[in-house]
Nanobody
Framework: QVQLVESGGGSVQAGGSLRLSCVAS?????????MAWYRQAAGKQREWVSS???????IYVDAVKGRFSISRDNAQRMVYLQMSNLSPEDTARYYC???????????????WGQGTQVTVSS
């Protein structure tokens, strides 16, 4: 069973930065997997934030374009989310997700981490 563990969340002031990390274990051929970050704010539905393909092609939701950057280290089985110029609207629990099927990473990834909380104060 694939396991994903996130870290790097915390509390920052508006305009600050955080780097989230996610390590995958019990996973074979990590470089062939699609990886993504999702977030869920209190009282709201979980939303897709960003994803990266096995070829390291990245896409982002419009709300974070130009501020967030996703990257991956296949040797370490890691995926990162560098977040800059954070605003209170970015406050949410952030989840790492993985799937080997390209069609599902943006909708219903098969594997999820437990999440890490990001709180941005004004």
């Amino acid at each position: 069973q694939v396991q994903l563990v996130e870290s790097g969340g915390g509390s920052v002031q508006a305009g600050g930065s955080l780097r989230l990390s996610c390590v995958a274990s019990q996973i074979s051929g990590y470089s062939n997997w699609y990886m993504a970050w999702y977030r869920q704010a209190a009282g709201k539905q979980r939303e897709w934030v960003s994803s990266t393909t096995p070829a390291s092609k990245s896409i982002y939701v419009d709300a974070v374009k130009g501020r967030f950057s996703i990257s991956r280290d296949n040797a370490q089985r890691m995926v990162y989310l560098q977040m800059s110029n954070l605003s209170p609207e970015d406050t949410a629990r952030y989840y790492c997700a993985a799937d080997y099927r390209s069609g599902y990473i943006l909708t219903e990834p098969r594997y999820w981490g437990q999440g890490t909380q990001v709180t941005v104060s004004s």
